[in-house]
């Protein structure tokens, strides 16, 4: 899908209130009726209000008590904070949080010890933004070359190299495709197969930028 531009003044509007949580809810349930399972509080950073609501709490544990996997999308710099802070969010005694979804890839590492710790915890790990949003597929013009050149090492995509590291992180229950077209969708899915040799990892692990850095450029792309 190309050719659509979304112009607005403010990227993202947050609204973590019980009245927003309520009205979502709402509409998620007369879309998926009985096949809700899991439901997340998207981007719970740590001044979004969503980590230091206990009536937000309360409310989201009803939905825990009824079957539903309760968890977040972490984003930004202070990621591994925010994970660690809704870790140790209870309600009746039991976690509220047990499914995670945060970025992580060979450019932005910070979150994977909070991540590993989320995952001894119990909770599912999903990682989002493998291909750190675009940077990290053939061609790109930011693409680190020493990526580059591990990829053409191996004889693969860059895109696959990329979420086939994703994928072996121990902790990572699943690595979401940031794929628009069918052959990015194929090339993405054909990382699964791909078994990055120890040292590669290794190398990889050099390619890791500081996170404010990282974020501070994400914040200035032009998104469509």
């Not at 950073?45 to 939905?63: E, I, K, N, Q």
């Not at 060979?106 to 994977?112: D, F, H, I």
């Not at 590993?116 to 999903?126: F, L, Q, S």
């Not at 090339?187 to 791909?194: E, F």
Request: glycine residues 8%; proline residues 5%; aromatic residues 4%.
């Amino acid at each position: 899908m190309g050719g659509w531009r979304l112009d607005a003044p403010v990227h993202e509007v947050k609204d973590h209130s019980v009245a927003a949580f309520t009205e979502q809810l709402a509409e998620s349930a007369a879309l998926l009726g009985p096949r809700l399972a899991v439901y997340h509080v998207h981007s719970a950073t740590l001044d979004s209000g969503a980590l230091d609501d206990p009536v937000l709490h309360r409310a989201l544990a009803g939905l825990r008590e009824h079957g539903v996997r309760v968890g977040l999308s972490t984003s930004g710099p202070a990621q591994a904070d925010a994970v660690r802070r809704a870790l140790a969010i209870e309600v009746d005694g039991a976690p509220l949080f047990t499914s995670v979804q945060s970025t992580w890839n060979v450019l932005e590492t910070s979150a994977g010890a909070a991540l590993a710790e989320a995952a001894a915890a119990g909770a599912r790990v999903i990682v989002k933004e493998g291909v750190a949003n675009g940077r990290l597929t053939p061609g790109a013009p930011d693409a680190p070359a020493r990526a580059v050149e591990l990829a053409d090492r191996l004889g693969v995509p860059i895109d696959q190299l990329a979420i086939a590291a994703a994928l072996a992180q121990p902790w990572a229950w699943c690595v979401l495709s940031g794929a628009v077209d069918a052959a990015q969708v194929a090339s993405n899915a054909a990382a699964a197969a791909l078994s990055l040799p120890a040292d590669v990892l290794d190398a990889l692990g050099a390619v890791a930028e500081e996170p404010g850095a990282y974020w501070s450029a994400r914040s200035a792309r032009a998104w469509n």
